[in-house]
T-cell receptor, first 117, second 111 residues
Framework: GAVVSQHPSWVICKSGTSVKIECRSL??????MFWYRQFPKQSLMLMATSNEGSKATYEQGVEKDKFLINHASLTLSTLTVTSAHPEDSSFYIC?????????????FGPGTRLLVL | QKEVEQDPGPLSVPEGAIVSLNCTYSNSAFQYFMWYRQYSRKGPELLMYTYSSGNKEDGRFTAQVDKSSKYISLFIRDSQPSDSATYLC???????????FGPGTSLSVIP
């Protein structure tokens, strides 16, 4: 099946630093990728929709300047958490839409665990 | 009221039991209904996908959708310890790409 990877799988950083998370579709091209955040024992919350070659669409309440998304190619989207603070500590998961808008072809990455000290 | 509600559990059952997981929702525009399984510290994986009302069976898993009651279910027959995970229901409006997830139910299958 289709594979989506994320790098790094976990990261610890100091407050005030920026962290970049990569999401790659390994064996298919993804015009659309999604970024989610998941707090412990809570559901996935959609942060933004990333379309290749255009600006990301952010969900209400998500700060565009804090969570920078770049979808520079059909296989790579990046999420940069700028000036990270402890409250940004969470599990960040991306998903990639493979060739169709049907949900059946949304493939999730393994997630990146971010801890901000 | 949250758009999608799900009993968070935890739910603990003996191996071989039939498991019933449920979600309710408030948005009558939802047309696509999914169940995802998420192991600890991993991304979700799609288990079942159903359009509109009805049943769908795949091996030990059966998904049911009752749009009139705004209620969906996932049944797991002959549950195995490897089924221990968090199960997330998710749904989508017909013309939308945005998926709304339930909070998930934590399931433990005891050998």
């Amino acid at each position: 099946g289709a594979v989506v990877s994320q790098h790094p799988s976990w990261v610890i950083c100091k407050s005030g630093t920026s962290v970049k998370i990569e999401c790659r579709s390994l064996d298919f091209q993804a015009t659309t990728m999604f970024w989610y955040r998941q707090f412990p024992k809570q559901s996935l919350m959609l942060m933004a929709t990333s379309n290749e070659g255009s600006k990301a669409t952010y969900e209400q309440g998500v700060e565009k300047d804090k969570f920078l998304i770049n979808h520079a190619s059909l296989t790579l989207s990046t999420l940069t958490v700028t000036s990270a603070h402890p409250e940004d500590s969470s599990f960040y998961i991306c998903s990639a839409l493979g060739g169709s808008t049907r949900r059946e072809t949304q493939y999730f990455g393994p997630g990146t665990r971010l801890l901000v000290l | 009221q949250k758009e999608v509600e799900q009993d968070p559990g935890p739910l603990s059952v003996p191996e071989g039991a039939i498991v019933s997981l449920n979600c309710t929702y408030s948005n009558s525009a939802f047309q696509y209904f999914m169940w995802y399984r998420q192991y600890s510290r991993k991304g979700p994986e799609l288990l079942m996908y159903t359009y509109s009302s009805g049943n769908k069976e795949d091996g030990r898993f059966t998904a049911q959708v009752d749009k009139s009651s705004k209620y969906i279910s996932l049944f797991i027959r002959d549950s195995q310890p490897s089924d221990s995970a968090t199960y997330l229901c998710a749904m989508e409006e017909t013309s939308y790409d945005k998926v709304i997830f339930g909070p998930g139910t934590s399931l433990s299958v005891i050998p």
